[in-house]
């Protein structure tokens, strides 16, 4: 019964894939996949070619989220790996701002103004830093949410050619090796 509720979670997946493979460059891997077991585990995992969810998945506000999000690792974190623990939110925040970038195709609603609203109300949060957040914070929402409002202030400023253009000489300089937030600015 488990897949009954989930396949419909699923079914934009390959319009995302390639979304982000006009965004990122080609998609890094062989195949790609989607795996939901039983029970919960809090989240999802973004494993190389295979993203796993927990059944959780299927009462999740807004799914699609956490799906883009999880995909998007393929190119940021799993193509470009982290050389260093404290450069994570090189893989959290390019996942989250995912999320937004696939909204703003998928939903002709979508406005960046909300995207910022939505994302402000974690207030304090958002004031601490994304490099080198330290062990207790590695995965602190600021690495997520910071690291995301990071790339689309950097989209701003470029402009959306140069933006996409990083994106993909990221992927395609540092495709199957690791990088560092250095790297990134450099």
Not at 23 to 47: H, K, R
């Amino acid at each position: 019964d488990l897949a009954d509720r989930v396949d419909p979670l699923f079914a934009d997946q390959p319009e995302m894939l390639d979304a982000f493979e006009e965004m990122c460059g080609p998609y890094p891997f062989d195949v790609y996949g989607s795996a939901v077991v039983q029970g919960s585990f809090g989240g999802a995992l973004e494993t190389q070619t295979l993203s796993i969810y927990g059944a959780d998945i299927v009462g999740f506000g807004d799914p699609e989220d956490v799906i883009a999000h999880e995909l998007a690792h393929q190119w940021f974190g799993n193509n470009v790996s982290l050389a260093r623990w404290e450069d994570i939110w090189l893989n959290e925040g390019f996942a989250t701002y995912s999320d937004a970038l696939w909204q703003e195709v998928s939903n002709p609603d979508f406005t960046y103004q909300d995207w910022i609203r939505g994302l402000v109300r974690f207030g304090p949060a958002l004031e601490r830093h994304v490099h080198d957040p330290g062990p207790t914070e590695l995965f602190g929402i600021q690495v997520y949410l910071r690291g995301g409002l990071t790339l689309h202030a950097l989209r701003i400023e470029v402009g959306d050619e140069v933006f996409f253009e990083i994106l993909r000489a990221w992927n395609d300089r540092f495709g199957g090796a690791n990088a560092t937030t250095d790297d990134f600015v450099e």
